[in-house]
């Protein structure tokens, strides 16, 4: 399995940007579909971006245009750019690695990185 660990979260205001790191150990890294996903208060955790082993990228509806998933596999490092942020962003923000092939109960998982926007 991944060991993943986030960083990069903070309190910011609307309008603002933070980038989100997940630095990953234990396994290849490149052999892992890796995603964000983000739990609001009170609220099931729901996928914010996806990253596929070759690059290949899907977003929320709600984030296209405004969030990048990005990944460096030479530093077995994922990111999350996050621009023009608004205040129903605020959560708490995971990553998750996924080995190519094998479904979600293979899934690694951060600790999660809270990200608060304020109005």
């Known amino acids: 399995q991944v060991q993943l660990v986030e960083s990069g979260g903070g309190l910011v205001q609307a309008g603002g940007s933070l980038r989100l790191s997940c630095a990953a150990s234990g396994s290849t890294f490149s052999f892992n579909a890796m995603y964000w996903y983000r739990q609001l208060p009170g609220k099931q955790r729901e996928l914010v971006a996806h990253i596929s082993t070759g690059g290949s990228t899907n977003y929320a509806d709600s984030v296209k245009g405004r969030f990048t998933i990005s990944r460096d596999n030479a530093k077995n490092t994922l990111y999350l750019q996050m621009n023009n942020l608004k205040p129903e962003d605020t959560a708490v923000y995971y990553c998750?690695?996924?080995?190519?092939?094998?479904?979600?109960?293979?899934?690694?998982w951060g600790q999660g990185t809270q990200v608060t926007v304020s109005s």
């Open positions: 998750s690695a996924r080995p190519v092939g094998l479904g979600p109960t293979f899934a690694s």
